[in-house]
């Protein structure tokens, strides 16, 4: 059986991804291809890690949670424009790894292609629980 979910149990799942990972996560970009799962290893090639801000995603609503806030740093990896592949979010501690995923779907950015220096935006960042 398939099991369907109302927009209020959604929501609070979505909620809860937040509130586990908790205040003053820490996004990290890399050059790398995504790990099979959070427990994998960090892909190679850091290229910017920034603290989020201490709420750093919107409350969520309609089985939908987006980010919150300014999202950018320097970047202190790449060279002469590495392309970014991959990303993590992580606890305040920079090592627990919450969620991960990709750069060209899951999270955009205002410039894919990274020099040292360069500031890094995060454009867009959803998370969605939709029905199986």
Do not use: H
Request: net charge negative; proline share 3%; hydrophobic share 40%.
């Amino acid at each position: 059986m398939t099991y369907q979910y109302s927009v209020a149990v959604r929501n609070a799942s979505l909620d809860a991804k937040e509130t586990t990972i908790g205040v003053s996560a820490v996004l990290k970009i890399f050059s790398g291809a995504e790990p099979a799962n959070c427990a994998a290893a960090d892909p190679t090639g850091l290229l910017v890690s920034m603290t989020l801000p201490s709420d750093w995603m919107n409350a969520a609503s309609a089985g939908a949670k987006t980010k919150l806030g300014a999202w950018s740093a320097a970047a202190s990896g790449g060279g002469a424009g590495t392309n970014a592949a991959s990303f993590r979010i992580y606890a305040s501690d920079g090592t627990t790894c919450g969620i991960q995923g990709n750069t060209t779907v899951d999270m955009t950015l205002d410039n894919i292609s990274i020099a040292t220096g360069q500031v890094v935006t995060v454009n867009t960042f959803t998370i969605t629980a939709g029905n199986p």
